[in-house]
């Protein structure tokens, strides 16, 4: 993301906006909303360390579960827009890629699922992804915001977190859940996954696991601009 946007590219294409001075004192919902999603960068760190990973499927269903309740809070409102020009200079941001091996190392066997990316489009087969990507990603977005928050830009933060939901966090985390609530409805109602054997056909293009692996390695490449 580049240091300094033009408000043509900030602004929702929506009427009217909410109009938010810089440096104003955080309102109950500024204040919720950041609670919110500070909790869930912290959880993700935390699952990420494997220190209960018989347990991680269930607390990232739970998080994922209550950042999307923010979301969609953040979605409802009328947009915000800041008074200032251009996005103040955040600083460096941590990478993220240490978050992202955690998470691909504690959740290997189940960590590729399948997505339809846009359920209102053209049909289209389904797409892999990963969930360590898409948590590490998101998590990656809200400590954006976060900075901008803890520095006392709570127009800022609210209107990126605004913002990156609608353009992003939302879709995914959305996507995320659907994964995760597959996996616990499989193990409580008793419904195993299923194994195939070594380089069977996984789907209906003939693909097999390490190649859609690779699919899904490919699609993360491309996000990233590699």
Request: glycine share 8%.
């Amino acid at each position: 993301m580049s240091d300094r946007t033009d408000t043509a590219d900030r602004t929702h294409p929506s009427d009217p906006a909410r109009v938010l001075g810089s440096t104003e004192a955080p309102d109950d919902f500024a204040v919720q909303i950041a609670d919110s999603v500070e909790s869930f960068v912290l959880a993700v760190t935390e699952v990420a360390k494997g220190d209960e990973p018989g347990s991680a499927i269930s607390l990232l269903l739970l998080e994922v579960s209550q950042l999307l309740l923010a979301g969609g809070r953040l979605g409802a409102i009328e947009d915000v827009l800041p008074e200032d020009r251009f996005e103040p200079d955040a600083g460096p941001e941590p990478d993220g890629v240490e978050l992202r091996e955690r998470l691909a190392e504690l959740l290997a066997p189940i960590d590729v699922y399948h997505e339809v990316f846009d359920p209102y489009g053209p049909p289209e087969k389904p797409s892999a992804f990963r969930i360590s990507d898409d948590l590490a990603g998101v998590v990656s977005e809200l400590r954006h915001g976060l900075t901008h928050y803890r520095e006392g830009r709570v127009s800022e933060a609210l209107w990126w977190w605004q913002f990156s939901y609608l353009s992003n966090w939302g879709s995914t985390c959305s996507a995320v859940l659907r994964a995760l609530q597959s996996l616990i409805a499989h193990v409580r109602l008793d419904s195993p996954l299923g194994a195939v054997p070594d380089g069977a056909d996984t789907d209906d293009d003939g693909l097999t696991d390490e190649q859609l692996e690779q699919q899904a390695g490919d699609l993360m490449a491309a996000e990233l601009g590699l």
